[in-house]
């Protein structure tokens, strides 16, 4: 079976019990912004700290272009009892040969430890199984991102491959991990 590509035609809108899963939108930079300055959320991912507003507004933009290229769907989450960005999260890469997709995403600190990153995946990966067809979703992760591992577990996924110094950032070599969960 193929991916179901009708999902691209109108950007999909996801409701939970506490969250809105939106486009991402240029308004949401500033926000992405201090979330992504924060070492405490890039500890687990090889990047630097973002510097400013155009490189936050350059991201919304990869992210706006990635849904118009059916190359990837990314979310901007926002409690639905309030209008600013918590985090992001979505399928950064999509794989129509092998019907797959790569779940990630990044919380503001104020959220951790409140099961809004498990309610936000769920809702991803639901979404990606019964509305876009795919076979399997895979999330890269840090082995020491113990919090992703767990949350990616009580799902369901499972590991599959440990790669060793995969990650070379900031002049050291890190391994990765990959977890798949299966439809």
Request: proline residues 1%; hydrophobic residues 40%; aromatic residues 10%.
């Amino acid at each position: 079976m193929n991916i179901n590509q009708t999902v691209f035609d109108q950007f999909p809108i996801i409701q939970t019990e506490r969250l809105l899963l939106r486009q991402i939108q240029l308004e949401d930079a500033l926000e992405i912004m201090k979330m992504r300055q924060n070492n405490r959320v890039n500890q687990f991912i090889a990047r630097n700290s973002m510097t400013g507003l155009d490189a936050a507004e350059e991201l919304v933009k990869k992210t706006s272009d990635g849904f118009e290229s059916k190359a990837a769907i990314g979310w901007a989450g926002i409690l639905r009892d309030g209008s600013e960005i918590i985090g992001t999260c979505g399928f950064n890469r999509i794989d129509y040969l092998n019907n797959r997709a790569e779940i990630g995403g990044e919380l503001s600190v104020d959220y951790w430890g409140k099961n809004i990153a498990m309610e936000a995946v769920k809702a991803i990966v639901s979404f990606g199984f019964e509305q876009m067809n795919l076979h399997a979703i895979e999330a890269f992760v840090s082995p020491s991102n113990r919090g992703a591992i767990y949350l990616l577990e009580s799902l369901g996924f499972e590991k599959e491959a440990h790669f060793k110094e995969r990650i070379y950032f900031n002049e050291s070599y890190s391994d990765m991990a990959v977890y798949t969960l299966f439809k």
